[in-house]
């Protein structure tokens, strides 16, 4: 297997609908040429009591079409959305032109929430401004780090003054007998998923541990579908 770190959004979704909502984490490409792309909403919190076959706190499900994800879910899943498609625009232009400045002053997360926040002009109604700001800025940064070191998962260490990190595959394998927690997943199946969804008929593709990319513990699992074209993405805190 492949792996291909932090793939551009356009490569990974068939439209923008979902920018400033999921992150493209990484993709895969298995011995069938065929690419997968592990994704997470980190950064926004979900609506529990919106339910439907598609998306819900959990899980996102995505069609593959031509390569790429295509969303037909409820994007009120993800509180303060509508913002969020804002806020993103403001927070990438502001890390193209400053990010290296970030990086050499190795400006801390509080200290960029704080001050980039003081200078937006969104006032978001339902977004978690906070937990969002510093989301993107770990993601951002983490991602900065790899492109300048060739060093996954850093951003702690170089900015936050953590330790080193272990080595890590960046995709996990799925296991019952693991960390993962894919164990607890399955016995709760019928809490987490609609009757439509039958996770023990997807393959298991395998698991990103969250506080690789961000400082969230909320890990994602990759499952497919593969006769119907299709992926579920499953949120679960580690």
Known sequence: MQIELYPEFDEVFDNNLLKGIFYPLCKIIRI???????VSSNGIWTDGDIKNDTNQSSFTCFELKN??????????VYIGYKDAQKIIQVLEKDFLENGEQYFAKKIKTDIYADNIIQNLNIKP????????VKTFYEFSMNKLIYQKTETF???????????????????????????????????NKDYLFPKS????KYEKIGLIIGYEFFTDGNDSYLLLDKENNRVISINHYS
């Open 197 to 200: 969804i039958e996770i023990e």
């Open 153 to 187: 998962g850093a951003f702690n260490h170089i900015i936050e003054d953590w330790g080193k990190p272990d080595k890590s595959p960046i995709v996990y394998t799925i296991s019952d007998e693991n960390f993962s927690g894919y164990g607890d997943i399955e016995i």
């Open 125 to 132: 109604y339902e977004l978690d401004l906070e937990y969002y």
């Open 67 to 76: 390569g790429k994800y295509s969303f037909q879910g409820d994007t009120n």
């Open 32 to 38: 069938n040429n065929e690419p997968l792309y592990f």
